[in-house]
Nanobody, 116 residues
């Protein structure tokens, strides 16, 4: 059974940090391009960041560049999104996505709320 399980969300004050994790099982994680997307209240899905299967290349939406860092550990089948200097506009449900070209999988999402 394929699973992507996100964790690490929560309530944080502006300027704070969170680290999201996405633990994968049921497929060859090391072959998957991994992506985080988010959905703010009342808005559509927004791409946040992507990391290639080997972890050598990452890309970010402009609004998070310099604040978010995406990494992966292929031994642990896990991808991490380190989020620093969080802003209220980062408030959203964050979803993990695995792309294996012929197949695509999604996690259930984790809520991130940035508020004082």
């Amino acid at each position: 059974e394929v699973q992507l399980v996100e964790s690490g969300g929560g309530l944080v004050q502006p300027g704070g940090s969170l680290r999201l994790s996405c633990a994968a099982s049921g497929f060859t994680f090391s072959s998957a391009t991994m992506t985080w997307v988010r959905q703010a209240p009342g808005k559509g899905l927004e791409w946040v960041s992507t990391i290639t299967s080997g972890g050598d290349t990452t890309s970010y939406v402009d609004s998070v560049k310099g604040r978010f860092t995406l990494s992966r550990d292929n031994r642990k089948n896990t991808v991490y999104l380190q989020m620093n200097r969080l802003k209220p506009e980062d408030t959203a449900v964050y979803y993990c996505n695995a792309d294996l070209e012929d197949y695509e999988y999604w996690g259930q999402g984790t809520q991130v709320t940035v508020s004082s």
